[in-house]
């Protein structure tokens, strides 16, 4: 199953952060992994979260505006090195990496990354090729 981040565009204002974040857990919807870009007047909210269909459902509900994005969502060893074995097949298939943020860390080994790639299926094909694991929806992100 596809990781899909949320995308919401939020007003740059003191509270609104923390309002998504109540919503979410109010809804026993738990974030994953986070980013967030200013723009003067407005942020930029990425989310990736454990239950993405009731995420969207939630805060389309209360009026905000949310879009999708498939996204690639990778583990990557805490070592020297360890980013790169994720990063180099991407560039030998001559793949854009569109935006890239880190996420959650497991048992303090490894980083949970969220990619954004100009090429979904061919990324996700270079990637197994290499023997990188992609995380999936059932996964239990």
């Given at each position: ?19 998504i ?65 994720v ?55």
């Amino acid at each position: 199953m596809p990781i899909y981040e949320l995308i919401i565009h939020l007003p740059n204002e003191p509270g609104k952060l923390s309002e998504i974040s109540g919503i979410l857990g109010a809804n026993d919807i738990n974030i994953r992994a986070m980013d967030i870009a200013l723009t003067g007047i407005e942020g930029i909210l990425s989310l990736v979260v454990d239950n993405h269909s009731k995420g969207v459902q939630v805060c389309r509900s209360l009026g905000f505006d949310v879009r999708e994005r498939e996204v690639l969502a990778v583990w990557v060893p805490d070592h020297p090195g360890g980013l790169n074995m994720v990063l180099k097949p991407l560039y030998d298939s001559q793949i854009i990496v569109d935006r890239l943020y880190l996420a959650a860390c497991r048992n303090n080994q490894d980083t949970m990354v969220i990619i954004e790639v100009s090429d979904i299926e061919a990324s996700k094909l270079a990637l197994l090729t290499s023997g990188v694991n992609l995380i999936n929806s059932h996964e239990g992100l």
